[in-house]
């Protein structure tokens, strides 16, 4: 702790030695733009229009080796509990595992059951699509809504399958406006919760399986859910092959790689599923070789605590 300690007073020390200092004085080094970015592939990280110098980068990466994230890295790719809270791995990484490479958490290796679920939601998304549906609506929170919303909404470029909706305010007016114009007959609801028991989520799913009663659609054909709670899901009249469950080792805000992403899939189509996961795969591999200098995760990690812990930027 003492060398770790020493390395914050470090870059404190340093932001506030260049605090006054003028980002456009940095860039009379004519290389600065090219010196200070980084690139993977197609994806190119560019922190050159930040107050980050030499020293100031070399100080960060001693904070990096000094904290040991290479080695808490390894752990976590390697399935260790390295959530200490709840004493689980960390591994949305083995959901975009496509090769399959064995993952092991306590010994087993988990990516049999990984590789099966997606292959059902390949079956499943590709049936949906070549069916009647015209709209699917996600009912979730946090996790469940807020990264495939956010996917849905940057790749719509390739959407070529059912429009999809998100709903996740407990406010009944989010709700009452996302099926109003929708057709009962023709919309597919999809329920994200493990448990099958969130407050908000299911309040929402009820009120979406009243409006498909009423208005001539068919409950026990038109919903699907993303849980591990097989006997509340069958209790709410979803059968086992519409439902799709996920490991506690998958964390809420990283899940839309697997199940969570159904509706991801469902709107851009398994081949370009399978390269949205390929894509975080290939970034999982830089992250795991490149040198930090040139890793874009530890880049922009290390960029973002300069910014917040030592500058105390918002």
């Keep these: 702790m003492g060398r770790l300690t020493a390395q914050w007073d470090a870059l404190r020390t340093r932001a506030a030695e260049v605090?006054?200092?003028?980002?456009?004085?940095?860039?009379?080094a004519s290389d600065r733009a090219e010196t200070f970015s980084a690139q993977t592939g197609d994806l190119r990280f560019d922190y050159s229009k930040t107050n980050l110098d030499a020293e100031t980068l070399a100080l960060l990466g001693a904070l990096y080796e000094v904290a040991g994230v290479s080695e808490k890295r390894d752990a976590m790719f390697a399935g260790a509990p390295?959530?200490?809270?709840?004493?689980?791995?960390?591994?949305?990484?083995?959901?975009?595992?496509l090769d399959g490479g064995p993952v092991e958490v306590n010994g087993n290796d988990v990516m049999p059951g990984v590789l099966e679920t997606l292959e059902r939601m390949r079956g499943f998304a590709q049936d949906v699509r070549d069916g009647h549906y015209t709209d699917v609506v996600n009912i979730g929170i946090g996790g469940s809504d807020l990264g495939p919303a956010m996917a849905v909404?940057?790749?719509?470029?390739?959407?070529?399958?059912?429009?999809?909706?998100?709903?996740?305010?407990?406010?009944?007016?989010?709700?009452?406006?996302t099926l109003r114009g929708l057709d009962a007959k023709t919309t597919l609801v999809i329920v994200a919760s493990k448990t099958f028991t969130t407050i908000e989520t299911m309040t929402n799913a009820r009120t979406a399986r009243a409006?498909?009663?009423?208005?001539?659609?068919?409950?026990?054909?038109?919903f699907a859910a993303l849980s591990t709670a097989d006997e509340l899901t069958a209790a709410f009249g979803i059968p086992p092959e519409r439902v799709f469950g996920f490991e506690d080792w998958v964390g809420g805000r990283y899940s839309m790689w697997g199940p969570i992403g159904l509706s991801l899939l469902i709107a851009i189509g398994p081949k370009a599923f399978d390269a949205f996961l390929r894509g975080g795969q290939a970034m999982d591999r830089h992250f795991q070789a490149a040198d930090w200098q040139?890793?874009?995760?530890?880049?922009?990690?290390?960029?973002?605590?300069?910014?917040?812990?030592?500058?105390?930027?918002?």
């Excluded at 040139?294 to 918002?314: D, F, K, M, R, S």
């Design 19 to 28: 605090s006054d200092r003028s980002i456009l004085t940095l860039f009379d």
């Design 82 to 97: 390295i959530n200490d809270t709840e004493g689980r791995a960390v591994l949305h990484t083995a959901l975009r595992n």
């Design 153 to 177: 909404d940057a790749l719509s470029p390739y959407h070529d399958g059912p429009k999809v909706h998100f709903v996740s305010n407990v406010d009944g007016a989010h709700i009452a406006d």
């Design 211 to 222: 409006w498909m009663s009423d208005h001539g659609g068919d409950p026990n054909a038109q």
């Design 294 to 314: 040139e890793n874009l995760p530890v880049l922009h990690a290390l960029v973002g605590i300069w910014h917040a812990q030592c500058c105390g930027y918002g």
